[in-house]
């Protein structure tokens, strides 16, 4: 008769069954933990969507920079649809608005009301209103303004020169893109979309109560 007690496993041996529970719990933590969607970013979903409307419609999002985070003044140049050049220069000492559009942004459509009538409002105080047009004939961009009643200048921006001198606060393809400069000729604000007129006014009041 064998008398001998059963064999031992070695201390610290883990069971097959239980490793593999272990190891399947592991695994599940880690795919769960991969597949957690991220918010979208809604700018650059919108610039891989492919769907050819040549512009990034933004949500209307807001940045405001404080007197002491505001970069260097803005430094660019071009020609008006009347042929006019205009250098960012001869904005200094005012209060500026820069909008980006172009006619065929439906965006651009939407908010032209309210560009417009913020231009009348603060013309009295100084402040300037500027368009910078990405792509339009100047036929084209007339005719906008005669059905949207805009009388602000626009800049004729096709060969990017001004979009590129703007390109640390304007995104490519990003239209409507509103700036609001303050009267040394940096950006105070920035909004991404369509324009709201309380808030644009705000940004506008904000800047005007600096000096």
Same mark, same amino acid.
């Given at each position: ?15 097959? %069954? ?13 795919? /769960? ?28 999002? /807001? ?19 009347? %042929? ?11 209060? $500026? ?16 009301? $309210? ?15 500027? %368009? ?17 009643? $805009? ?41 991404? %979309? ?18």
């Amino acid at each position: 008769m064998n008398t001998q007690p059963p064999a031992r496993s070695a201390p610290g041996a883990s069971l097959p %069954g239980r490793r593999s529970l272990l190891l399947g719990i592991a695994s599940g933590a880690l795919l /769960v933990a991969g597949c957690t969607p991220t918010p979208p970013d809604s700018l650059a979903a919108q610039a891989r969507a492919g769907d050819n409307k040549n512009y990034i419609a933004g949500d209307g999002s /807001v940045s405001e920079y404080a007197p002491n985070d505001r970069g260097a003044p803005v430094e660019m140049e071009g020609p008006l649809y009347d %042929g006019t050049i205009v250098n960012s220069t001869a904005w200094r000492g005012s209060v $500026t608005v820069l909008n980006v559009w172009y006619a065929a942004c439906a965006p651009c459509r939407t908010e032209a009301p $309210t560009l417009e009538a913020l231009y009348q409002e603060h013309k009295s105080e100084g402040v300037l209103f500027y %368009g910078i047009n990405l792509r339009d004939t100047a036929a084209t961009a007339a005719a906008f303004e005669r059905t949207f009643g $805009t009388t602000y200048p626009s800049f004729n921006d096709a060969n990017g020169a001004i979009l590129l001198a703007l390109a640390d606060y304007v995104p490519p393809r990003a239209v409507p893109t509103t700036l609001v400069l303050d009267k040394q000729g940096r950006v105070t604000a920035r909004v991404l %979309g369509i324009a709201e007129k309380s808030t644009l006014k705000a940004l506008i009041g904000s800047v005007l109560k600096e000096s």
